[in-house]
């Protein structure tokens, strides 16, 4: 009678054993091959069927899977990645556009820059992200250090990313925008030696693309201005509603019609009407009014 490799109940254990662990550790470990009835079974190695993994919507290759390991070992020094290693790492800033209104101009802020590259030129304050950052953090912490301008409310606007926007080395920057009162105390800090408010239809030469950035973030604020109580930033408390029209007016460059903007404005909801009225020329006291939002920006429909 011949011999049979799982007659004993140790040599099956330990073969479900091994052909669990070969899964898990991914090979596979065929069946025991005989040699003769009086030998013990030996084992031999077959390579396992090609399988092709299910890609679901959130589901990982297993040559993702392997890439993403590679990237996590690379960055504990346990293994460098030859991968990543073809690849140049760009390197990540954050620039402000800051608005303002100032004697009856829409203006924004601008930084002399102490050092090259484009030294002595006129920019919007901005800088490198530090590692462990958010980008709003990066923004904040950048704003303050170059103009001493902190706590305002900056949304972010789009990704700059040419090649060649600057000199010193593939360098990605993320816009953001914010509007804030010309009372705000602004000083020159870091690498600034100077910060001043420029209109934004009178702009010296600027350093880098910053002239498209101020550019986009203008037609940003045009939308915006337009489905959200954003206009906020550059007024009082308190303000009538030829102020608020007049605020409008210079954002969009263009006269608004007195009686469509009241109607317009009011319907939208954004506003309430306080116990306090102001004297403006010599017409009757007009009425103050307040946004029911402040503090922070709400989008309503138009």
């Known amino acids: 009678m011949g011999y049979s490799p799982y007659s004993h109940t140790g040599i099956q254990t330990a073969a479900v054993s091994a052909h669990s662990q070969g899964l898990q550790e991914g090979f596979w470990i065929g069946p025991p091959v005989p040699l003769g009835p009086a030998s013990a079974p030996s084992w031999h190695v077959v390579t396992p069927p090609t399988i092709t993994p299910f890609k679901g919507p959130n589901t990982l290759t297993r ?23 073809l690849y140049e790492t760009p390197l990540v800033t954050v620039d402000i556009v800051i608005f303002t209104i100032v004697n009856g101009n829409l203006k924004v802020l601008l930084i002399r820059r102490k050092g090259p590259p484009f030294q002595h030129m006129w920019a919007i304050p901005g800088g490198f992200i530090r590692i462990g950052e958010t980008l709003e953090e990066a923004a904040e912490r950048r704003l303050f250090e170059e103009t001493n301008v902190k706590d305002i409310y900056l949304e972010q606007l789009v990704t700059f990313g040419t090649p060649n926007r600057d000199p010193r080395a593939r360098i990605i920057t993320i816009s953001h925008y914010a509007l804030i009162g010309s009372n705000k105390d602004i000083q020159p800090n870091a690498n600034a030696e100077d910060v001043q408010w420029f209109s934004v239809h009178d702009l010296p030469d600027l350093a880098f693309d910053h002239k498209d950035i101020v ?38 460059e263009k006269t608004l019609d007195k009686r469509n903007f009241r109607k317009k404005i009011l319907s939208m ?3 309430m009407e306080t116990d306090e009225t102001k004297m403006e020329g010599y017409h009757r006291p007009a009425q103050l009014y307040a946004f029911r939002e402040r503090g922070r920006v709400q989008e309503y429909e138009v």
Do not use: M
Request: hydrophobic share 40%.
């Open 63 to 85: 040559t993702q899977d392997n890439f993403v390991e590679k990237i996590q070992r690379s960055k504990t020094g346990q293994e460098q990645d030859e991968t990543l290693a």
């Open 269 to 271: 909801g954004i506003l």
């Open 215 to 252: 550019e986009c973030a203008l037609l940003r604020l045009k939308e915006r201005l337009k489905t959200s109580n954003i206009a906020f930033q550059l007024l009082g408390h308190k303000f009538t509603l030829t102020e608020l029209q007049r605020v409008y007016e210079l954002i969009l």
